[in-house]
């Protein structure tokens, strides 16, 4: 089973400037396999990246995924104020599985 | 478009099943697989399986859940189920189904919160 392990646990930081978010996997996942969710309380969460690097439709280019083999990255440039949330990724090979989080708050 | 809808919030006793149900709409149901996802209060995604919705048969659980999970499909209402048994408190938490089996996830439906308490 391949454990996801995201950091930092939380991200404090103020509107306009830029997140980096990790999610470092226990054993290589091909970035073909590699998706990311942002998730606000009480709704489900919503998709931004799939594939590694490809926004969803509608997301704005503001997020952008990079990474291979067992570290990956969400960037999000120039925080809005609608985007401070939780942040999952998810790896969907043969055993789905997600990362424990990363809260980007404000600061 | 699509939209999945789940039923609403359960409490059941510990040692008792629930089951969710997550209805389809607005695509053809057979060409995506269905999953379930769970997050406890105040914590992370869990994935728990999915389901393939083309014939119902084939289906992937998540170790931790293997025995006591059981994922149907009925293909002439475009409905998913979950059931769960052998509940413990710590299966308290808001259940998720989602359109998709081995992929990631764009629609999702908008949860169900299951509360396990004497």
């Known amino acids: 089973e391949i454990v996801l392990t995201q950091s930092p646990g939380t991200l404090s930081l103020s509107p306009g400037e830029r997140a980096t978010l990790s999610c470092r996997a226990s054993e290589s996942v091909s970035s073909a396999y590699l998706a990311w969710y942002q998730q606000k309380p009480g709704q489900a969460p919503r998709l931004l990246i799939y594939g590694g690097s490809t926004r969803d439709t509608g997301i704005p280019d503001r997020f952008s995924g990079s990474g291979s083999e067992t570290d990956f990255t969400l960037t999000i440039t120039g925080l809005e104020p609608e985007d401070f949330a939780v942040y999952y990724c998810?790896?969907?090979?043969?055993?789905?599985?997600f990362g424990g989080g990363t809260k980007v708050e404000i600061k | 478009q699509a939209q999945l809808v789940q039923s609403g919030a359960e409490v059941q006793k510990p040692g008792a099943s629930v089951k969710v149900s997550c209805k389809a709409s607005g695509y053809t149901f057979s060409s995506y697989g269905i999953s379930w996802v769970r997050q406890a209060p105040g914590q992370g995604l869990e994935w728990m399986g999915w389901i393939s919705a083309y014939n119902g048969k084939t289906a992937k659980y998540a170790q931790k859940f293997q025995g006591r999970l059981t994922l149907t499909t009925n293909t002439s209402t475009s409905t998913a189920y979950m059931e769960l048994r052998s509940l413990t408190s710590d299966d308290t938490a808001v259940y998720y189904c989602?359109?998709?089996?081995?992929?990631?996830?764009?629609?999702w439906g908008q949860g169900t919160l299951v509360t396990v308490s004497s």
């Open positions: 998810q790896q969907y090979g043969t055993s789905p599985g």
């Open positions: 989602a359109r998709g089996g081995n992929s990631w996830y764009v629609v």
